[in-house]
């Protein structure tokens, strides 16, 4: 029967050890994700902003924009549509398609 103990002692013992290197490296996995991770999704970011997904969203907003820019006679709602595209425009990492880049050029001198 002391045999049967010290048994299930030396097994609750190993249990404690494996827990407690299991949260040792837990903690530093911790570690490497803050060093880590923000590299890994500054380049999952550029990766994004290559894609054709994003490209043709963004080319897709400021062909809408510049609709709405045309469309509407209200000054105040243009001036907002002009800053709007302004921006959109310049945060856009990527060469702008011809027309696009012709509208923002003239909102630009405007």
């Known amino acids: 029967m002391k045999t049967f103990f010290s ?3 030396i097994v609750l013992a190993a249990l404690v050890a494996i827990v407690a290197v299991a949260f040792f490296f837990n903690g530093l996995d911790y570690g490497i994700f803050r060093t880590f991770a923000p ?4 380049v999952r970011n550029d990766t994004f902003k290559q ?3 994003y490209n043709e969203g963004t080319v897709g907003d400021l062909m ?13 709602a243009k001036e907002s549509l002009r800053e709007t595209f302004i921006y959109k425009a310049q945060h ?3 060469q702008l398609p011809a027309g696009l880049q ?9």
Do not use: C, H, M, W
Request: aromatic content about 14%.
């Open 39 to 42: 590299l890994r999704e500054q």
């Open 92 to 94: 856009y990492p990527n």
């Open 51 to 53: 894609s054709q997904a």
């Open 64 to 76: 809408g924009i510049k609709d709405q820019y045309y469309q509407t006679k209200d000054q105040a």
């Open 7 to 9: 048994g299930v002692g």
């Open 102 to 110: 012709s509208f923002y050029d003239t909102l630009k001198n405007q």
